[in-house]
T-cell receptor, first 114, second 114 residues
Framework: DAKTTQPTSMDCAEGRAANLPCNHS???????VYWYRQIHSQGPQYIIH???NNETNEMASLIITEDRKSSTLILPHATLRDTAVYYC???????????????FGTGTRLQVTL | KAGVTQTPRYLIKTRGQQVTLSCSPI?????VSWYQQTPGQGLQFLFE???????NKGNFPGRFSGRQFSNSRSEMNVSTLELGDSALYLC?????????????FGQGTRLTVV
């Protein structure tokens, strides 16, 4: 499985954009980048995923570099409720049969402050 | 629609005992995966069941087993409990079909072995 590297922790002021980087230099051509977050003692929550193009949904935006070796998750207006551990995961396509085996790293602990 | 339901939420067991945890996936989802989360090892994949068959397996001893029923509900069993089995056990459901992507996690069962 392709590995990811994320900063251990980050701080962000409430109302500002939170930009969470992720390096995945060994990603294969058909592997997706997924982001999940985990608020203390809850199950991980799906945020967004992408393959090559930038993606946006109601929660966040995902920017993937052209060489696909890194990506950035953007929370446009962070709130206190966004304080969580954010995991960047590289995942094979569903039709490979192993897509369900998510490999979580240590993630980035985002602290949103007033 | 209802999310992933895990029961019980909390459990205390004694070393040497066995335990069974239950997971009800989102209606229509046929894939259920199990994860163990500990402070030392983070989130680790245990196994995945799809249409009542184990499709993927992580690197855990044989004391950890599971099964899936025809209604897609899944159970996980740990026999001969050890202190190190104390963890948050999470289950995730997905449709498991090609083209479908994100996994949805339950709130977890917190197991304490004393």
């Amino acid at each position: 499985d392709a590995k990811t590297t994320q900063p251990t922790s980050m701080d962000c002021a409430e109302g500002r954009a939170a930009n969470l980087p992720c390096n995945h230099s060994t990603i294969s051509g058909n592997e997706y980048v997924y982001w999940y977050r985990q608020i203390h003692s809850q199950g991980p929550q799906y945020i967004i995923h992408g393959l090559k193009n930038n993606e946006t949904n109601e929660m966040a935006s995902l920017i993937i570099t052209e060489d696909r070796k890194s990506s950035t998750l953007i929370l446009p207006h962070a709130t206190l409720r966004d304080t969580a551990v954010y995991y960047c995961i590289v995942r094979p396509p569903v039709n490979t049969g192993t897509a369900s085996k998510l490999t979580f790293g240590t993630g980035t602990r985002l602290q949103v402050t007033l | 629609k209802a999310g992933v339901t895990q029961t019980p939420r909390y459990l205390i067991k004694t070393r040497g005992q066995q335990v069974t945890l239950s997971c009800s996936p989102i209606s229509g989802h046929r894939s259920v995966s199990w994860y163990q989360q500990t402070p030392g090892q983070g989130l680790q994949f245990l196994f995945e069941y799809f249409s009542e068959t184990q499709r993927n397996k992580g690197n855990f001893p044989g004391r950890f087993s599971g099964r899936q029923f025809s209604n897609s509900r899944s159970e996980m069993n740990v026999s001969t409990l050890e202190l190190g089995d104390s963890a948050l056990y999470l289950c995730a459901s997905s449709s498991g079909r090609s083209g479908s992507t994100e996994a949805f996690f339950g709130q977890g069962t917190r197991l304490t072995v004393v």
